[in-house]
């Protein structure tokens, strides 16, 4: 049997709910604690040690007289003891309250500029300051530059006397530290490349190349739908693989397998066993033309691209598609896979970058800097840094998150194709056939190349699609428009002397987007 409810009335209700209000508010939590003295004074004395004690040595002002600021320099004849009262003290040449809680009185609210005795005196005693010296120092923005940079590369602006003195104490407080421009430090000094060799075999744009491990033979994919195998040493053809019914975009060579992947404009990727020289795998799922593909280096996994706007991760074996890489808005052009995250990067016509979680199938970052399409990408084989290519530059990125190093301009063409060596140095190839070199530390373009066509061919087919580096990293090789693959080397008569580098330290225009 339940128990009836005891009823009040109106009025008294409703002041239970008032009493209840009040007691919630009575309580002011918002009003801060009342200060501790002693407390205060601790805690002042701490930040004044840990913020300010490489410049509590320096001399404030009073009325035109100099007067240290800190203990270590009062038993100084040059300076009068303290002693004065300290509301009077001038400690920059705007009022400015002597300390916490101190009112500005008649005296201090006066604008007073330092005298210049008191400004010769506090020049001469400012020890000298790291500080002053880290802050000059030149910088081209990448962690690696700042590391390496040497004393020749450091430059030292001109600072007026004010400036100096406020930079003198050694303090690393932005405040007293002036900023100085980034100027580009003196670029490691490479030899120039010269066309080795001119290869013809192909009766189309030659779209792709691929090195085998064991720096033998190198293959390559043309649009006239065939795939072919070359000497790497003499230029000659071993053999033509055929199979394809459109142009071949890509080809790569595994390293774990006899394997050689291709894929092409007709859908289609494949897997060629070299021992039999046949197709053993097809991998279909993608919905438009294969662009480019890459292997994993540590797994047997193999990732497409394509103009479906997707990027396909495929179990090599079993021929399943693992992941479909959905998010780009447009063609994605180019692929690059690697053993740390991000595993699998993309390029795509949409001009955005995106890093891949393998794992997850997801996009870890997506890099929107680039303003035209991403046809290139290029993975630094020591440090782990990657390289973009677009029409409107080149941009260099650091890993895991895709941080932005630097932009490398003066490359104004369609760029299709990039590489990059141990040694630094990172080729771009273009649309309209040029080829520039850079210095990948510090981004300065050392060498530029507009080989000419092959006879027969028209000016217009002067185009690169596609540049790598052989395993010894002593020979470029490009595949172009006019049916023919070049090959490149360095110049080994060439010095330092005889090509020096042509090299101003200009301050850097480090647009972000």
């Known amino acids: 049997m339940t128990e009836d409810v005891q009823k009040h009335s109106v009025h008294t209700l409703v002041f239970r709910s008032l009493k209840r209000t009040h007691d919630m508010f009575v309580a002011d939590h918002a009003k801060p604690v009342s200060l501790d003295e002693t407390s205060h004074k601790v805690k002042m004395a701490v930040k004044l040690r840990a913020d300010y004690s490489a410049v509590l040595h320096m001399p404030v002002l009073k009325e035109g007289k100099d007067r240290p600021l800190g203990s270590n320099v009062q038993g100084n004849q040059n300076y009068p003891q303290p002693g004065d009262d300290p509301e009077y003290l001038i400690t920059g040449t705007h009022a400015y309250p002597s300390g916490p809680g101190v009112a500005l009185t008649a005296d201090t609210q006066i604008h007073r500029n330092p005298s210049e005795g008191g400004i010769h005196a506090l020049a001469l005693a400012l020890p000298p300051s790291q500080a002053r010296l880290d802050a000059s120092r030149t910088a081209a923005g ?14 030292h602006a001109p600072h007026s006397h004010a400036m100096s003195l406020l930079e003198g104490g050694g303090t690393k407080n932005s405040s007293l530290v002036a900023r100085k421009a980034p100027t580009m430090p003196k670029p490691q000094w490479h ?13 189309g744009w030659v779209r792709s190349i691929a090195v085998e491990p064991g720096n033998q033979w190198f293959v390559t994919g043309a649009g006239d739908r065939t795939i072919k195998i070359w000497d790497l040493a003499s230029g000659k053809l071993k053999l033509s693989l055929t199979g394809h019914i459109s142009t071949v975009r890509g080809v790569a060579v595994s390293t774990r397998s006899p394997y050689l992947f291709s894929c092409g404009e007709d859908k289609q990727v494949k ?13 279909h799922g993608h919905l438009s033309a294969v662009y480019d593909l890459d292997l994993h280096p540590t797994i047997d996994v193999l990732v497409t691209c394509s103009r479906d706007a997707t990027a396909r991760v495929w179990d090599i074996r079993s021929k399943a598609n693992v992941h479909t890489l959905s998010g780009h808005t447009n063609t994605v052009a180019t692929v690059r896979c690697q053993a740390a995250e991000p595993q699998i990067i993309t390029g795509s016509h949409d001009s955005t970058i995106r890093l891949w979680d393998l794992i997850a199938g997801k996009t870890r970052a997506t890099l929107t800097n680039h303003k035209k399409s991403v046809r290139a990408l290029a993975l630094h084989p020591r440090q782990y840094t990657l390289a973009s290519g677009s029409a409107d530059n080149i941009k260099q990125w650091t890993f895991p998150d895709g941080n932005f190093i630097q932009n490398l301009s003066g490359h104004n063409a369609i760029i299709n194709a990039m590489a990059v060596n141990s040694d630094g140095v990172l080729v771009s190839g273009a649309d309209n056939g040029t080829i520039h070199l850079w210095d990948w530390r510090t981004g300065y373009n050392f060498q530029r190349i507009h080989a000419a066509v092959q ?14 580096f052989d395993h010894s990293e002593s020979r470029l090789i490009t595949a172009e428009a006019d049916k023919t693959i070049k090959v490149y080397k360095e110049d080994d008569t060439a010095t330092e002397e005889s090509h020096p580098i042509n090299w101003k330290p200009e301050i850097l225009k480090r647009k972000r987007f």
Request: aromatic residues 12%; contains cysteine; charged residues 20%.
């Open 455 to 468: 006879p027969g061919s028209l000016d217009s087919e002067s185009g690169i699609f596609a540049c790598m």
């Open 142 to 155: 990448v962690g690696d530059i700042h590391r390496h940079a040497g004393g020749a590369e450091r430059s």
């Open 271 to 283: 897997c060629w066993d070299l021992e039999y020289n046949k197709v053993i795998r097809h991998y």
């Open 191 to 203: 030899a120039p490349w010269k066309l080795f060799r001119v290869i013809s075999g192909h009766l």
